[in-house]
């Protein structure tokens, strides 16, 4: 799992700060926001294929209701482990 403040880059060519990840039921989830413009938010879910990790955009809403609390907690704990960020 990508942790949150990693740099991840999707097909699209542009770099993502992971902001958020959850794993729920065995599958992990990402919420990004672009590296060149904050207003670009982006959730995903991890797949794994070849020993390579893949990200796989999604825009249901309600999972990502259900989701935010785990994202809003990872990124709780992370700047209470960094707080110089």
Known sequence: MFSVGSTVSLSDGNKYIVTGNACVNNKVYYSLVSAADANTIKFCTEKQQNNK??????EDLEVIKKLHPYFKKSMEDFLKNNPDV
């Open 53 to 58: 990790i893949y990200m796989k955009e999604f």
